[in-house]
């Protein structure tokens, strides 16, 4: 039954921003938790990003703040600059090897999981994924030209939510007063609904689950 499945989410920020931009929705992230409780068990939901560090001010922060409060588990890393090869300045900030190393660290406990990125790295993780008889779902979008997802990791994933036919449910309310800050997402940082204390161990401090003596894991 679908109430018996634990789920976990994987937001590749930058990946889902663009995706929905390109869609023209705002993603409403108090909503799209819900839309995934009630089809299981979310035992998780991880939010992917890097920061530009010695910015004064990034317009991601009250994104940022906001989720870490509101159910979900925000990973972030310092972005590096470089410059190509034709001395042009440029930005990098990847995070597909931490989604990926979470994502398999929480494969024994996980039935499903939601991936939303249309990256096309992601499809070794994906068959990894399955490797360890978990049901992975793609969420992106082929109604855009060109697709914002790589056709070899649609292939790859058991299902493939499109965001256009979940904009619906998952997606801002435009009648609501438009945000003042717009980052990932356009969310507003709200008052913390709550603040969990640090956690010890492994799993335990990084996941905030718990083994009892039965092994069975628990939020």
Excluded at 26 to 53: H, W
Excluded at 66 to 74: E, S
Aim: net charge negative.
């Amino acid at each position: 039954m679908a109430g018996q499945q634990r789920i976990a989410l994987f937001i590749d920020g930058a990946n889902l921003y663009a995706t929905t931009k390109t869609l023209g929705f705002d993603i409403d992230y108090k909503r799209l938790l819900k839309e995934f409780q009630s089809r299981g068990t979310l035992l998780r939901a991880f939010y992917y990003t890097a920061l530009v560090e010695d910015q004064e001010y990034s317009s991601i922060r009250p994104l940022i703040d906001w989720l870490d409060y509101n159910g979900y588990r925000v990973v972030t890393k310092p972005t590096k600059e470089f410059v190509d090869s034709a001395g042009r300045r440029k930005v990098k900030g990847n995070m597909d090897i931490e989604l990926a190393i979470d994502a398999l660290e929480l494969a024994p406990y996980i039935d499903q999981m939601v991936l939303f990125s249309g990256d096309g790295d992601f499809r070794s993780l994906v068959e990894a994924m399955q490797r360890r008889g978990v049901r992975v779902s793609v969420a992106s979008t082929v109604t855009t030209q060109p697709p914002m997802v790589a056709d070899e990791l649609r292939r790859q994933a058991d299902e493939f939510l499109d965001l256009a036919q979940l904009a619906s449910k998952i997606g801002r309310d435009p009648t609501e007063r438009a945000p003042r800050v717009m980052g990932e997402g356009g969310e507003r940082p709200e008052r913390p609904a709550r603040h969990s204390p640090p956690q010890n161990g492994g799993l335990e401090r990084r996941y905030g689950i718990r083994q009892n003596q039965e092994d069975d894991f628990e939020v």
